[in-house]
């Protein structure tokens, strides 16, 4: 009895095989896994010497904050960043993705990544995936032909703009820019409008909140400012310090550091012929 | 001969033992133009000749020491197509590395995985061996390290190497010149001096190219000013 195996190429984008079964199982009764979302508010906008982005910092798992302090700008090459709203996940991974293949091509043109084309490898990839990956974002860098600014939605489809606001937040936040925006601002100008929008998603929509973190980009330089502002200290912490009721049991008061067991292996790594 | 009725098919042992499309790869690697690299007690440099086939050529596009990682940098022996294509496998996996484990690639591990390659190409139905050897220079937590990755698979960690055309005169002179804590510069001067050993016509910043990589663990390829700062100090 011979066996034909069918080697069917790989079709790319989600296999939705599975499906059936999960209805299936959901209707016996199964509860599905939710998945971490950053209702967000992240921004952008070009001033006179390049980009600032901007971002608050809380991940939601629905109604509650799961991440306080999360880091929602990722890097995408030393000259580009990327600010990313929807699923937590699906941002990351999308941006590493996107990182590590702008690498490669960095070594094999020798030349500095250019925006448009981390735009084109996000956007080709989220067509591909029909909006399935959840990754909203706010594209922005400094490359050869000067400052941009993009926003990049999940279906695929891109803008251009001199400012930008995505997530939960995007209204508050877009209302600031609308008022106050103009072209020509200076750095310290940006940096504050940036935080103010931020601001205004953090305080008036519920998915976004904690602290605002900005990246200014302009042609050669780049400023990470992780936490840029904290409006939103922990502003009660108790000077008794924790008790614990008479019930509760100490099972150990010695603390004892790890030490580190450095074994030395004889042999190395050359081979014999 | 009895071997040359077993040269044909790649995968086929001759009788001796060897594989001896393996053995006519490294004769094309012994024709190649002369590559060297020596590891310092702060660095590696690597080195080699670049000889090109007329004037007419333009030699600022022709770049013989490539960049890996930006800590790992590689030279080649032997064909200069098939040394393109595996820096270019190289490079993917030292990325892919970093995308799983987020820490950059060691050398080791890179030069694990180029030779895993080569041999590959020595195990496989219709392709034939790379002909080239490489020399790939890293400087990560170990430290400086040099290796020598062969057409076989086969990879050595070195002090000191050569490969090519002069390999015998120019190992002999690194042996002799070799010392345990000799500093980068040091080294870079008597690389030159090596390839000088062995060089048809007059030396210049044009007609060799020299990577270097510092505990600043940064790899970089020297401009051919540079290299005619060192020449001079070495006159």
């Not at chain 1, 939601?60 to 996940?89: F, R, S």
């Not at chain 2, 510069?185 to 190219?209: C, M, P, R, W, Y």
Request: aromatic share 8%; hydrophobic share 35%; charged share 20%.
């Amino acid at each position: 009895m011979s066996k034909v195996a069918i080697d069917m190429p790989p079709k790319g984008g989600f296999s939705f095989d599975l499906c059936k079964r999960n209805d299936m199982l959901v209707k016996n009764g199964l509860k599905m896994p939710s998945f971490l979302k950053t209702g967000t508010t992240i921004v952008g906008l070009i001033f006179q010497d390049g980009v600032i982005l901007g971002a608050d910092t809380r991940a939601t798992e629905g109604p509650i904050v799961a991440d306080k302090n999360c880091e929602k700008i990722h890097y995408i090459a030393p000259n580009i960043y990327c600010c990313g709203a929807g699923t937590a996940a699906d941002t990351e991974a999308v941006t590493d993705m996107i990182s590590s293949q702008l690498t490669l091509h960095r070594y094999h043109t020798g030349r500095e990544s250019r925006v448009v084309t981390a735009l084109s490898l996000l956007k080709s990839h989220l067509f591909n995936y029909q909006g399935h990956v959840s990754a909203a974002l706010v594209l922005g860098g400094v490359d050869i032909t000067g400052p941009h600014l993009h926003t990049i939605y999940p279906h695929g489809s891109t803008d251009t703009l001199p400012y930008a606001t995505m997530g939960s937040g995007s209204l508050a936040a877009m209302a600031i820019f609308e008022s106050k925006y103009r072209e020509g601002l200076t750095r310290d100008e940006g940096v504050e409008l940036v935080a103010e929008a931020i601001r205004s998603g953090i305080f008036n929509d519920l998915g976004s909140g904690s602290n605002v973190d900005i990246c200014v980009l302009t042609k050669g330089h780049k400023e990470y400012l992780r936490n840029h502002e904290t409006p939103n200290p922990r502003t009660y912490v108790s000077e008794k310090g924790y008790s614990f009721s008479k019930k509760t049991e100490i099972l150990l008061t010695k603390i004892t550091p790890l030490v580190e067991k450095i074994e030395i292996i004889e042999g190395g790594d050359a081979m014999e012929e | 001969m009895g071997d040359s009725q077993y040269s044909f098919s790649l995968t086929t042992f001759s009788p001796s033992g060897k594989l001896v499309q393996i053995e006519h790869a490294l004769t094309a690697v012994g024709s190649g133009q002369t590559s060297l690299g020596i590891k310092a007690s702060n660095g590696v440099v690597i080195a080699t000749e670049k000889k090109l086939p007329s004037i007419l050529v333009d030699e600022a596009s022709v770049q013989k020491i490539q960049i890996l990682t930006p800590n790992i940098g590689v030279v080649y022996s032997g064909m200069g197509p098939d040394s393109r294509v595996l820096v270019r496998k190289s490079r993917k996996q030292a990325e892919q590395y970093h995308r799983l484990y987020k820490e950059p690639i060691p050398v080791t591990q890179l030069v694990r995985e180029t030779a895993a390659v080569m041999q590959e190409f020595t195990q496989s139905g219709g392709v034939r061996p790379f002909g080239v050897s490489l020399l790939v220079a890293g400087f990560d937590d170990k430290g400086p390290q040099l290796y020598q990755v062969d057409p076989s698979g086969s990879y050595f960690s070195w002090k000191a190497s050569a490969m090519g055309k002069n390999v015998s005169n120019a190992k002999t002179f690194l042996e002799k010149r070799y010392t345990d804590d000799m500093e980068l510069d040091d080294a870079v001067h008597t690389a030159i001096l090596t390839l000088k050993e062995g060089f048809e016509g007059q030396i210049s910043g044009k007609n060799i190219e020299i990577g270097i990589i510092g505990a600043d663990k940064k790899f970089r390829v020297l401009t051919p000013s540079e290299i005619e700062d060192y020449l001079q100090e070495v006159e």
